[in-house]
């Protein structure tokens, strides 16, 4: 009989690749071993059932203590309570980890998240997967802890694949039965995350060889941190790693609590998360699969410059539009790299990028060849090679064998990064997909998941050419304050005492009579014509018709006040700014998962009109935020739009900076800071915070 065994630190390594296997349960544990059977696994399999003397042939043991031997890994398929009291048990007894199969936990009900206390209780420090789902499949080392089918196959002493990990488990067995030749390497299910996640996982998976790449189906992230270290890793290992991560719309975000009571969280959040540490994301399977097989092939791409041949005008405009609006670019070729195309093509067609080298030349080698290897020859980070192969069961494929080869022996000639392109699925089979693969060719299914692949790819690539980001930074740490948050007159004063621009102004409590026109004809005096006039702590000024702009007399500052009066008898008057280019928006707010989020924004009343934004995590670094405001649509007004004066490129970085570092530091906790516009004038006028709100943590 075994006995219990001292406290050990967590490794993956035996539950991930184990050389023995506990099975414990009914029906679903019965499963496991047939697919174990199927898979081929060589290590020992040994059944636990408290009556059955035997299971799939194998004797069974009675309970864990039974056992012949310390398993490295378990699959408990019992429910949710029995599973608490067998954990504890493996655990004694030092087995390397554990599969919890059973649902009812913190995605569940509230008894359900008690019990999911008490499972981690019993775990201790021995590795649990789970609860809430399927469990992995390692095809490398021909591993089933999984209860159910699966398409996939073990893969060939030598050969390398890459690895999935999902909390769901239907989506994976999805997955498992995919015919796009895509080498697996594992699938791994992890349902509720209750003591390991995605990113502890992630990272051992990463550390395989035999593993080229790394897709995440994220529901809601484990750790921010673990994140964080899982890309560092993945950059150190040049193993590129991409997300298919859920929770756009609310519906959605709602869907992943009641599955595995992960919280989605603010999904433009955790988009500039993923860019920020070159996880790159996509937002359909399909993409997500084809991703995976450029990146398995290729790796990351320096960029996305590529080049598309085909022997179809239409098929040469299919590429170009659908590349319309992205960031992928077909360079045209120099006349140096023309020549060899045109001399194999004849003065009858016209040698561009997209390329329709015409039919004509079908079925001639030497001119194939000759216009393949000039494309390849001309440095673009990818090229392509649109081809549709006809329905082996219907028709012949043998006039398509030597574009096919042609194509490989000129790539082979090159070392160029390559791909074949079908428009369709359907035309390109898997067998043959997979002899592309063996010749280090990427055989791409549809043109809009190939152009999302190589986008990925390329965002990668670049991420991985700029300094490694900082850590994420927490919620400011700050005390809470008891005392009301700050009006406008106030908030400005704040930003001014730390390097942020505000219009001078003064408040005023105004009454229609003699002495408070008075008293505004004093200020007014001070701070010169043209001026503003509004009631402060209104966030939507414009739209209360709170603020009136360009007052140029006393006459229009006298009727203006009267008016504002109607809604507030505190006012603030204060300088028109003069001479203003562009304006932005600039927000701080607090993320629940991600802490401090800063939005750079086309500004004024045209923010939610243009949707033109860019959202970054803090700390940000001056390369971030210069890349951002040069991703605004706006960014032509700092180029001088129509022959206008620039706006302040530098200036405007470094009020964004100093912004960042007021909100890093400032003494009380603050939960927003919005200043819209923040007026961005030509080079030497500086820029002007003009509207200004600030909420502070309430201590209570």
Sequence with gaps: MLTEMPKQH???????????IAVIGGKEAAKVIEQCKLIQFEGQIWPVHPTKTSVHGLPACRSVNDLPDVPDAAFVAVNRQISIEIIDALRKIGTGGVICYASGFTESDAEGSTLQTALLDAAGEMPVIGPNCYGLLNYTDGVALWPDQHGGKRLNKGDRGIAIITQSSNIAISITMQRRALPLAYIITVGNQAQTGISQIAREVLEDPRVTALGLHIEGFDSISGMEDLAARARQLQKPVIALKIGKSVKAQDAAFTHTASLAGADIAADAFLKRI???????????????????????????????????GGEACLMSDAAYGRKISFPDLTAIQKQPISDALGPMVTIS??????TYIWGNEEKMEAVFSGMMHAGFDLNCLILD???????NVDDWKIPTDTYIRAKNKSGAKTAIVATMQENLEEKLAEQLLAHNIAPMLGIDETLDAIEAASAIGQGWGLPEPSPVAP????????????????????????AIPT??????????????????????????????LKVPGIAHKTEMNAVVLNLNNIDQLYSAADRLSHISSDLYVEEMIKNPI?????????????????????????????????????????????SALNSLKGKVFFDGFRGSPKADFEATIQVILAAQKFILEYPRRILELDINPLIIRRKGEGLVAADVLIKFANSN
């Design 582 to 626: 562009f304006e932005l928006l600039l927000g701080f707010s607090t993320d629940q998962q991600f802490g401090l989020v800063m939005t750079i924004a086309t500004g004024g009343r045209m923010v939610e009109i243009f949707n033109d934004s860019q959202t970054l995590l803090l700390p940000a670094s001056k390369l971030m935020i210069k």
């Design 278 to 312: 070159s996880i790159a994301r996509v937002n359909s399977i399909p993409s997500f699969l084809e991703t995976l097989k450029l990146l398995h092939v290729h790796g990351v791409l320096k960029g996305c410059e590529i080049s598309s041949m085909s022997c179809s």
């Design 503 to 532: 219009p001078r102004g003064m408040k005023i409590s105004y009454q229609q009579n003699s002495a408070s026109r008075c008293e505004l004809a004093r200020i007014t005096k001070k701070l010169g014509f043209p001026v503003v």
């Design 389 to 395: 192969y006809p329905r082996p069961d219907r028709c």
């Design 475 to 498: 919620t400011n740490s700050g005390a809470a304050c008891n005392n009301l948050n700050p009006d406008e007159a106030e908030a400005k004063q704040i930003l001014a005492r730390h």
């Design 10 to 20: 967590a490794s993956f390594n035996r539950l991930l690749r184990p050389n023995s």
């Design 353 to 358: 990028n997209p390329l329709d080298y015409h």
